[in-house]
């Protein structure tokens, strides 16, 4: 069974894009330092922003393949920011501050990913968000209750 969460309202003046190349193509047009929080695998789109190397810190999990992927990419170990979440918003706020960036770049996770505490940690240190939002469900997605009704069906015998 697959579970769609639903789609949380974004606040307004948060740039919502489709994907990391779309949000790597808006920072390349628009300046400032960026904290990128959406992971390890899909760096490549950041590489490719002329300065991305001054410009762009990832905070990604404390893995060693993790790590190494962002220094293949060609990110700085300065740069590299190797942290287990949940993160608060304090917490998300003092890194933003930290590190001067103007952009927050995050994926829709929902409550689960704290998405609620970057938005509201870069409000409050001055920064702009990109989130990159979660793409539309294909079939076969259910809602909670479906999948509550589809578990009762098959256990509750």
Request: hydrophobic share 45%.
């Amino acid at each position: 069974l697959r579970l769609a969460r639903p789609a949380e309202a974004l606040p307004k003046g948060v740039v919502p894009v489709a994907s990391i190349a779309c949000a790597a193509r808006f920072l390349s047009e628009n300046p400032g330092r960026a904290l990128l929080t959406t992971g390890s695998k899909e760096l490549a789109p950041y590489t490719r922003v002329a300065d991305f190397a001054e410009r762009f810190f990832v905070r990604v999990l404390p893995l060693p393949g993790a790590i190494t992927k962002c220094i293949d990419a060609g990110f700085s170990p300065s740069h590299v920011i190797g942290m287990q979440g949940p993160f608060t918003r304090e917490l998300n706020e003092a890194m933003l501050r930290q590190v001067g960036a103007q952009w927050l770049v995050t994926k829709d996770s929902g409550t689960v990913g704290g998405t609620a505490e970057k938005l509201a940690a870069a409000r409050d240190a001055g920064a702009r968000c990109i989130v990159v939002t979660r793409p539309a469900e294909g079939g076969g997605a259910l809602s909670l209750r479906e999948v509550e009704d589809a578990l009762l069906r098959e256990f509750a015998r």
